[in-house]
């Protein structure tokens, strides 16, 4: 079975802090997946990472920064926590290709106070 | 860009009835993928479709892709308790490599026992 992982399930920090979430998979998938989703608003792309050392944007980076240093591994950071990030974070990994489909750990429970 | 959009947003059945959500795409997909969430879970893959006009059942469960392959169907038959959580349909993301989904909204079901 595929097994993604996140460091916590609940996280509380305060407004102006560095977070770091961090997502490790075990199926040697070149895909990985930071999400946020909130009520109403749905599942939310924040980056992604297609290979080691390789990001791109989803559709609402701003106020994140992510980094894929191993294959397994991809992590999530604010730079400087703020309220409107309080939220569930959600990683997901895939395989390239036709195939797709995605795993997602079991997320964490952010806020920031 | 691309928009994936699902209806209703919630759907209130008594144990028993059936439940049908609908997915519809701005943009024609390669395929579309379905995916549970169940309450303080996280989304898990149920299925994927590919074929213009494709049926795959899984139980109770019937999912249909449409002939322009631009929306799908999810049907559950005669709802039990267990059915209860969000159900969310994928696509992949136009001009984006195909590991990228864009998700709907979602349907939150309640079964009411």
């Known amino acids: 079975d595929v097994k993604v992982t996140q460091s916590s399930r609940y996280l509380v920090k305060r407004t102006g802090e560095k977070v770091f979430l961090e997502c490790v998979q075990d199926?040697?998938?070149?895909?990985m997946f930071w999400y946020r989703q909130d009520p109403g608003l749905g599942l939310r792309l924040i980056y992604f990472?297609?290979?080691?050392?390789?990001?791109e944007k989803g559709d609402i980076p701003e106020g994140y920064s992510v980094s894929r240093e191993k294959k397994e591994r991809f992590s999530l950071i604010l730079e400087s926590a703020s309220t409107n990030q309080t939220s569930m974070y959600l990683c997901?990994?895939?395989?390239?290709?036709?195939?797709?489909?995605?795993?997602f750990g079991p997320g964490t429970r952010l806020t920031v106070t | 860009g691309q928009q994936v959009m699902q209806i209703p947003q919630y759907q209130h059945v008594q144990e028993g009835e059936d439940f049908t959500t609908y997915c519809n795409s701005s943009?024609?997909?390669?395929?579309i993928q379905w995916y549970k969430q169940r309450p303080g879970g996280h989304p898990v893959f149920l299925i994927q479709?590919?074929?213009?006009?494709e049926v795959k059942k899984q139980k109770r469960l019937t999912f249909q892709f449409g002939e322009a392959k631009k929306n799908s169907s999810l049907h559950i038959t005669a709802t039990q308790t267990t059915d209860v959580g969000t159900y969310f349909c994928?696509?992949?993301?136009?001009?984006?490599?195909?590991?990228?989904?864009?998700f709907g909204k979602g349907t939150k079901l309640s079964v009411i026992p």
């Open positions: 994928a696509g992949p993301s136009s001009g984006a490599g195909s590991y990228q989904l864009t």
């Open positions: 943009t024609t997909l390669s395929n």
């Open positions: 997901a990994s895939s395989f390239s290709g036709y195939r797709g489909e995605q795993y």
């Open positions: 990472s297609y290979d080691v050392k390789m990001k």
């Open positions: 479709l590919v074929k213009s006009g």
């Open positions: 199926m040697d998938h070149e895909n």
